[in-house]
């Protein structure tokens, strides 16, 4: 094809996109038509529009022009499990796809399609593959949840294998690294295994997913659900963004959900509509407790929960016999975990150990501002394994490490960021008497803080009883893991040891002392106020035995 011909066609391609568009009714013509659209003629003409378009992208590609960024701007997914990736490939000519970078920046934009038009319902999809082999093949599976096969399951099978192949691939380059990880936590619980799956229909692996209604990470827990099932979330940290802290919530919210019901498919079903619903369906159907009798009461949104949960388990297993290959996406075959109790900074890690930022984000996840808090029972960092080393060396260093320009309060200020140090005055303290029959989680829930919290400001090790009075903090509470708390650790909160000279306190510097850890030390003084006095810079370094003034309050 010569370059003048293919400009033509290209040309002629572009001028019927244009005449439909112009066609389309707009805001200021909307006046002549004399009834409103049918929902079956907007989609003939979508589907018009949609061949134009395609059309056009084919022509552009034989032409070699190429095609703008189509990223969606939309950072959320369908609850449903049933909306997958944006019909565009989200990865750049330049990324690759084996570097851990990569990997960041595909789950970061890991976003789903709005596949509305598509009722898998009543899709009626072909395939050349028999009914008898589908079968076959689920039964072979030896599944302990049953694996039904009718035409909805059909459906949803064929859209995963030979609709989205392109697509399924990442998940399967995913699943190579987080499926082992699933498996373990599930048989921790003594549950089946196949409930892995429930990560890929609810988030496609994508641990920074975020739903329409707010529903966040890998297991999209909702805020109070993941109170209620002890995850913890912060202005730091929130742990529904950790695959592996989520994952055992899910595991306990589906063991709970099958005690209800007693049948998998139910208690699957529950995870994403919620118990209530499904108890309403089941009235509604008489009582029945078989999923396809309750089906037609079930949200719509639910309805293809279960058919997508055997479609997504057939694909993973049987994606080789349907030509699909698992996109490779590298992750650390070995990385190994560290408990951290003071305040640590992604780039502090990053500028002393080397590794990139995205790495140790991507690892992370949960840790939403970069910062891990400090905190008395202590944060999890995961990191490679061949860091290990290098961070048991410097770990000081890196604790100290340009610790005033990554902690500076301005810096916090402009980042929506609040410190820990909050004045008495500021804290709100409510006592609640406890009530015969009341329990954590339902005075967490009604406080909205987390059980941890509760029971770490009222020394509770295990039980409550009625008559007991607990201390809730709605801004702040001494050493509150659910708070914003950048604050000094245990061993740092207890009363400094200074001296008094020519009306300053004095405080002597010792080995792993921070600027930002020795301020949190003394009420109402801030980092800059110690900076000032002493005529420090954000470059300046402290040394043990060095002597700091203090202006008392």
Not at 168 to 183: A, K
């Amino acid at each position: 094809m010569t370059i003048t011909s293919s400009i033509q066609r290209l040309t002629m391609v572009a001028s019927a996109v244009a005449i439909f568009m112009i066609s389309l009714p707009t805001n200021s013509n909307a006046q002549i038509f004399s009834k409103k659209p049918t929902k079956k003629e907007l989609q003939t003409e979508v589907t018009k529009l949609k061949r134009i378009i395609d059309s056009l992208k084919s022509e552009m590609e034989s032409f070699q022009i190429p095609l703008a960024d189509t990223n969606s701007t939309n950072d959320t997914i369908n609850p449903g499990g049933l909306n997958f990736f944006d019909s565009a490939d989200n990865l750049g000519p330049n990324v690759s796809t084996d570097s851990l970078l990569s990997l960041w920046y595909i789950q970061k934009n890991l976003n789903l399609m709005d596949n509305e038009g598509i009722d898998l319902d009543n899709a009626n999809f072909k395939s050349d593959i028999p009914d008898s082999v589908y079968i076959r093949r689920l039964k072979a599976m030896n599944s302990f949840i049953s694996l039904p096969y009718n035409e909805i399951v059909k459906n949803h099978i064929i859209f995963y294998t030979q609709k989205i192949p392109n697509k399924v691939d990442l998940i399967l380059g995913l699943s190579n690294y987080y499926m082992p990880i699933f498996e373990e936590i599930f048989d921790q619980y003594n549950m089946p295994k196949e409930l892995k799956i429930m990560a890929v229909i609810e988030s496609a692996l994508n641990p920074r997913a975020t739903s329409r209604v707010n529903a966040k990470g890998m297991w999209q827990f909702m805020y109070r659900t993941a109170l209620q099932y002890n995850l913890e979330i912060n202005s730091y940290v929130d742990q529904r963004l950790d695959p592996i802290v989520a994952g055992h919530a899910a595991a306990r919210y589906l063991k709970d959900s099958y005690t209800i019901f007693g049948d998998w498919a139910l208690a699957i079903a529950s995870y994403n509509c919620g118990a209530g619903n499904v108890n309403k369906a089941i009235r509604r159907a008489g009582g029945s407790r078989d999923f396809w009798k309750i089906y037609p009461y079930l949200p719509r949104e639910t309805r293809g929960y279960v058919p997508s949960f055997v479609a997504a388990l057939y694909t993973l297993n049987y994606y080789k016999e349907h030509g699909i290959t698992p996109r490779a996406v590298q992750m650390p075959a070995h990385v190994d975990t560290f408990k951290i109790h003071r305040p640590l900074h992604f780039g502090q890690i990053s500028e002393v150990l080397g590794i990139p930022k995205e790495e140790i984000s991507n690892l992370n996840p949960q840790y939403i501002n970069e910062i891990i808090p400090a905190s008395e029972k202590g944060y999890v960092l995961t990191i490679p394994y061949n860091y290990t080393s290098q961070f048991v060396e410097k770990e000081n260093e890196i604790y100290t490490y340009k610790d005033s320009i990554f902690f500076n309060p301005i810096i916090y200020k402009n980042s929506g960021y609040k410190s820990s140090s909050i004045a008495s005055s500021e804290r709100r303290v409510i006592e609640h008497k406890v009530r015969s029959g009341e329990t954590l989680n339902k005075i967490a829930l009604k406080y909205g803080v987390s059980v941890a919290d509760l029971k770490s400001w009222n020394h509770i090790k295990k039980y409550i009883k009625a008559g007991q009075r607990l201390k809730i903090y709605k801004s702040g509470g001494p050493d509150s893991s659910s708070r914003a708390n950048v604050a000094q650790a245990s061993e740092t909160s207890s009363k400094p040891k200074t001296s008094k000279s020519g009306g300053y306190i004095t405080y002597k510097i010792k080995s792993g002392d921070t600027l930002w850890e020795i301020s949190k030390k003394f009420e109402g003084v801030s980092l800059n106020d110690i900076m000032e006095l002493n005529g420090l810079t954000k470059r300046s370094k402290i040394v043990p035995g060095k002597v700091l003034k203090i202006k008392p309050v």
